[in-house]
């Protein structure tokens, strides 16, 4: 049954946060195109857990904004201003994240039902390569083609 009104992580964000400080974990249906094309909208999801350690790279994070906005992005780099991420589908970097603006990072990820090992050997490739912003700059228009392509 379809909902009649929205869901807005606003009003979960207590939940959220009781059940990660509580050693829990949150599972994360990221919601837009931000982290394609490892999670895709309506398929993929994150286990969300409390963060027990400093950031890392390539950490996937859950944060919230100033602005009061939550975003799913990987961390690219840790400086001593704060933390420098984007999303996996983006080029473009996001300066000056705060320790204190991090509800959680994903523990686990899902493709589908599949649970990813973020150990293979596969995964590690990807987090190589997806990391240079010139392989970006290069894949994600043609990628962005092949899928209006399909789309129409």
């Not at 991090?102 to 039902?113: K, L, P, Q, T, V």
């Not at 649970?115 to 392989?135: H, M, N, P, T």
Request: net charge neutral; aromatic share 12%; hydrophobic share 40%.
């Amino acid at each position: 049954m379809p909902l009649s009104e929205p869901i807005h992580l606003s009003d979960y964000e207590e939940l959220i946060r009781e059940v990660l400080s509580s050693g829990g974990e949150f599972r994360l249906y990221p919601h837009g195109t931000s982290m394609l094309p490892l999670l895709r909208q309506g398929i993929d999801s994150v286990a969300l857990r409390s963060l027990d350690r400093p950031p890392q790279k390539f950490d996937i994070l859950f944060y919230k904004r100033q602005d009061g906005s939550f975003i799913l992005h990987r961390v690219k780099e840790v400086t001593k201003d704060g933390l420098v991420l984007w999303g996996d589908n983006h080029t473009m970097l996001e300066y000056g994240v705060r320790d204190d603006m991090i509800i959680g990072y994903a523990a686990r990820i899902f493709r589908g039902d599949n649970e990813l090992d973020c150990q293979s050997f596969r995964y590690r490739v990807y987090l190589w390569i997806w990391q240079f912003k010139a392989i970006r700059n290069l894949v994600l228009p043609i990628a962005y083609y092949l899928r209006k392509e399909k789309n129409t």
